[in-house]
Nanobody, 126 residues
Framework: VQLQAFGGGLVQAGGSLRLYCAASGRTFSTYIMGWFRQAPGKEREFVATISRSGGVTKYADSAKGRFTLSRDNAKGTVYLQMTSLKPEDTAVYYC????????????????????WGQGTLVTVSS
């Protein structure tokens, strides 16, 4: 599967952005999807993950209550709605996919993902 992430940009603190990750191919529903981010000078970190069915989502503590991850399997797209953005959310955001036989499994660990998008930059100004 090929992934393309987009929707990043410059936003003021307290603002919102919606990131998209579009997948190629007709097997999108067989993949667990995740978002990770990498801030300047830091390691890439987990942000959120969603199960194949979309029925289970998990978030990093930093994202809970502010970010919402969803997916549309018919469109082959996942959406990361980010609200109440903070300067510390500034990073390159990457979407990732991992094939799974389970409808409800989610993954937080970077090495479990097989496919990665190119990243989209989110900059939050104070």
């Amino acid at each position: 599967v090929q992934l393309q992430a987009f929707g990043g940009g410059l936003v003021q603190a307290g603002g919102s952005l919606r990131l998209y990750c579009a997948a190629s191919g007709r097997t999108f529903s067989t993949y667990i999807m995740g978002w990770f981010r990498q801030a300047p000078g830091k390691e890439r970190e987990f942000v959120a993950t969603i199960s194949r069915s979309g029925g289970v989502t998990k978030y990093a503590d930093s994202a809970k209550g502010r970010f919402t991850l969803s997916r549309d399997n018919a469109k082959g797209t996942v959406y990361l709605q980010m609200t109440s953005l903070k300067p510390e959310d500034t990073a390159v955001y990457y979407c990732a996919a991992a094939r799974s036989g389970s409808l409800r499994t989610t993954l937080r660990v970077e090495r479990e993902y097989n496919y990665w998008g190119q990243g989209t930059l989110v900059t939050v100004s104070s």
